[in-house]
């Protein structure tokens, strides 16, 4: 290993829908963190290793940091993703280059102090260039000197340069993962992701910030992993929905995220899914921390 190689922990941070996830599995090469096109879908720290021969760049995706803390998963959302910033060797700032608005603007503030810094105006697919002009302009002037990097994560225009960036601000050192390892996450966790991803996708307007995903049992056999997983909601009324009329809903969650599941593991994946009820327990700290929903589980 040259003296050279470079290693450390970079945040992905911003307002919620700002791309942070697919910017993430994009870097890494491999989806870890679920997306939806709804805001909130990431939960939970997530981490992505992405290895070269120059370096090892650890990506922490972290849930958008928004004013909202009516609900006890609100707040642990915020501690999870503001949490990272003082142990990043880099913060790099996602922001959606069609809105820089007040909470984008608070963001910069709380990280203003931070002296390896990055913002990364991301979505530039969705705009004309000389639409870029006016944004770049407004966040120069409240970050002077930060550089800003145009991409767009789901096009994959400019993460070369970005990566190169990356790279570059990291400090010297040995890798802290072995180098065909892309997560600290298990299994377990990711198929509850996959699960939860699906549920985004496949429910209408807010009953999936009601929901939760449990894996009670992963098993891997030598031709099927078994997995049986619990969708926990908080009213009797969200369970008929996500089960839908004859199981039709459940079945065709089930399916999607099977088919994810066996793209992962190239093999065959055996999924039960069963819907119960906690009430309320996104505002309930001890269904929080059952649920993995934890400060302790941050610090892995």
């Known amino acids: 290993m040259s003296d050279s190689f470079r290693c ?13 996830s697919t910017l993430m599995n994009a870097l890494v090469g491999e989806k870890l963190s679920i997306t939806a096109h709804r805001p909130q879908t990431t939960r939970h720290q997530i981490l992505g290793i992405r290895n070269r021969e120059d370096s090892q760049c650890i990506f922490i995706d972290t849930p958008g940091i928004h004013d909202d803390r009516s609900k006890a998963i609100h707040r642990y959302m915020n501690r999870a993703a503001t949490s990272v910033l003082d142990d990043a060797d880099l913060v790099c700032v996602l922001l959606d280059v069609r809105r820089i608005g007040a909470q984008d603007e608070k963001i910069l503030r709380l990280v203003a102090k931070y002296d390896q810094l990055l913002l990364v105006l991301n979505k530039i697919d969705l705009v004309a260039r000389e639409d870029c002009l006016p944004v770049l302009q407004r966040l120069g002037e409240l970050l002077p000197g930060v550089e800003i990097v145009p991409v767009s994560a789901l096009k994959r225009e400019n993460l070369d340069t970005l990566e190169d960036l990356i790279v570059a601000r990291l400090p010297p050192g040995r890798p802290f993962y072995a180098s065909d390892q892309l997560t600290d996450r298990s299994m377990r966790f990711i198929a ?53 009329k ?47 929903y934890s400060d302790v589980e941050q610090g892995r």
Do not use: C, M
């Open 8 to 20: 450390g922990y970079v945040a992905l941070v911003g307002t919620p829908n700002t791309g942070k």
């Open 192 to 244: 509850a992701e996959i699960v939860r991803e699906k549920l985004f996708r496949s429910l209408d307007k807010e009953l999936p910030y009601s929901i939760t995903v449990n894996v009670d049992h992963y098993v891997e056999e030598p031709d099927l992993t078994r997995i049986a997983a619990t969708i926990w909601v908080e009213r009797k009324s969200q369970k008929a929905i996500v089960i839908g």
């Open 246 to 292: 004859g199981g039709r809903q459940l079945k065709k969650i089930g399916s999607q995220a099977r088919a994810d599941l066996e793209g992962l593991l190239q093999g065959k994946v055996y999924l039960q899914l069963w819907v119960k009820l906690r009430e309320d327990w996104a505002d309930d700290e001890r269904s929080l921390a059952a649920f993995g």
